[in-house]
């Protein structure tokens, strides 16, 4: 972690899960954290009215696997193969606290573009209502939606993917919060990055090229 303060030679103190404060300088590092959430705190001496905080989750390693259409991931894993003209969805997130590797995979539909279809059409991921979850690393192309999440997910991360000619968004958050969306390159959809009810969510760093309707 690094952080800064505005408080001309203020003493910085930092906690970790709750941890009495103790004197501390930027950067400060952590390791050897047990599989769980976590919290960081950093104030300007016991003054602060207001510690920054910042709260993660480390989940457990993926699992190298072979995945089909429409399976439920119900644990962490490591895609083994690539997926092509699947007829519904994609895959389907199952359990909360898990990170979804896509290993240089493709997780491809029934390239919906163009059909004139707006409603009812799959995602490549979906996630409804699980918190903490990890997509990472691959291609989701060629759904309804390249990823979705919505009813009241919170703190899920995708990050590194890429989103291409999606019908409806590369990536759709409804009632989704404080979620990131980074360092992702969405380009071909109708809609980039699509936020419906949306709180407290960061879009940080994408690529977001030829998509036909607004980026975000």
Partial sequence: FAFTTTEGGATLECSLDG??????????????LSIDEHVFTVRAAATDPQPSVYVWHIVPAPVPTTVT???VLNHSVQ?????SNCPAGGLYIGAANIAVDLNGQTVDGLNYSGTGQSSGLPAGIT?????????????????????LLMTETTHNT???TTLLTNAIAGAMLADTSNSLVRDNNLGGNLEGVWLM???NNVVLNNSLDDNIGVPI
Avoid: K
């Fill in 158 to 160: 995708i990050r590194n």
């Fill in 197 to 199: 009810n949306a709180d």
């Fill in 69 to 71: 259409c429409g399976q």
């Fill in 19 to 32: 941890a009495p404060f103790a004197t501390c300088t930027s950067p400060i590092t952590y390791t050897g």
């Fill in 79 to 83: 895609l083994l193969n690539s997926l």
């Fill in 127 to 147: 996630n409804i209502g699980f918190d903490n979850v990890l997509i990472y690393g691959g291609t989701v192309q060629e759904f309804g939606y390249g990823i």
